[in-house]
Structure formats: structure tokens, C-alpha cells
């Protein structure tokens, strides 16, 4: 080979490299990643920053359901069917026995840790307080969290959906069923459902509907 001959060899390579120098530097700069302010994918139970969304945006934090908007569109057959998770423990039959757990009839709103013929832990007996909506909900979601030292080992219900119907279902089956609290005004604005109602609760402007008492 002559000199000549080298010097296209060497050419050719270095007119590659540079070409391809220039080709990542331009391609970086076209397709820089760019990094969405919010994710796309919400991700249950983690709690988002709060200002990350737009102004309007309700608070995301562990808020307790409106009992007065969501007890009268639950799906108390759907709440029932849940129970199957709990009936390896539970009885919920009227008179009913205790199980490893209590019998559950009647549970909504009764003070904790009191029917009769059950041994509750001492964690149970220790936390004063009626089952209110709120009090099983928190319970439903993470019971030894809830109540640590609990002697219920179940892991909970994640899906706040399922824990609504299941408290439903839970408040119908019983002699006399908790009252469902009327439903706080600003929700009920928000439902535009709850537009054309013909009874409007004292509290607040806005037109709320009655919450009808589902007594089964
Ligand atoms: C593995 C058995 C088990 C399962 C499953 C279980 N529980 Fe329990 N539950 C218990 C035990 C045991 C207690 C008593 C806890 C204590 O004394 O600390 C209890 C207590 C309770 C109480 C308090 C009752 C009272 O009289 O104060 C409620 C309410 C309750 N369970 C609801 C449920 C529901 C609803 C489910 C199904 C989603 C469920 N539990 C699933 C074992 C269980």
C-alpha cells in the first residue's frame, strides 16, 4: 500500500468519528428527556405533594369520607360480598356466635370491645369509643395500625371503595341502623346531581338532596 492508500483509510475513519460525534450531540440535544412536573400514574396511598396540581385540586391526604354523600349510593349487596373476607372469623347473623372474632350484627356506632361473651385484647378494651363510620373505617383499613396489639390479624382493606360498601352493608344489618349524618354542603355542590332536590337540609345555600334512611 502507498501513502496515498493510507491516507483514505485514515480520512475514512476519522470522517466516521466525527460524524458520529456530531450525530450524538445533535441527537441529545433533539431528544433531551424532559421530565413531567406530575406523573402520570397515581399510585394508591402514596400522597402526592402538595401545589404539584392545579389550584383547584382537592387535598389529597387521608381524608375521611362525606358518610352523608357516599352511605346513600353505596352498593350494600357489593359490601355483603366482602364480608366473604371476614367470615372465617366473623359471624354477622342476629344472635349470632363468636367466632374467633366477635359476632359482628349491629356493630355501627355500638361502644368497641362490648359484645357479649367475646375476650377482647387488651388493645380493644383499651381504645374507648363507639364504632362510629369513621372509627371502622380507619379500623377496616390497617387494623393493627389502627389499633395496635389488636388480636384481629387481618391486613386490611385497601380499596376505600370496597370499605364504603362494606360499612354499608355493615350499618344495614342491624334492628335499627345508624343515622346517616347529612352530606357536608360543599360535597354536595360539587355532585351536580344533587341539583334538582326537593328537600334542602337547614345547613348552608346549597341544595342538597335528603339522604333517604335505607332501613332494610
Ligand atoms: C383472622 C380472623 C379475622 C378476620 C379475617 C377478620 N376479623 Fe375482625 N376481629 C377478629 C378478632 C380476633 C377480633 C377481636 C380483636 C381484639 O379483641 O383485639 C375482631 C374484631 C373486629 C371488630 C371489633 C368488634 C367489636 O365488638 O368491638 C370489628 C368491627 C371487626 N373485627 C370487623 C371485621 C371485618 C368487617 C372483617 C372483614 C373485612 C374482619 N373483621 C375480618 C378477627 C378477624
Redo the contacts with the bound molecule.
Sequence with gaps: MDSFEWNKIIGAVLGTAVFIFVVRIVAEHIYEPEHPAKPGYIVEGVIEEPGAGGAATAPVAEVAPDWGTVLPTADVAAGQA??A??A???DFAKGGPNK???G?FG?VD?P????PG?A??A???GKPGN?TYDE?NL??KA?AVD?P??????AG?RSERERIN?IAY?RSNDDSPAPIPAPKPAEAAADPAAAPAEAAPAAGPTVAPAPAPAAH
Aim: proline share 5%.
Design positions: 366482602s364480608t373476607k371476614c372465617a372469623c366473623h374467633i372474632g366477635p359482628l356493630v355500638n368497641r370491645a362490648t359484645h367475646y377482647y385484647s388493645a380493644m378494651k364504632w371502622i379500623f377496616l387494623p389499633i396489639g389488636t388480636k384481629m390479624s387481618f382493606i362494606l355493615l
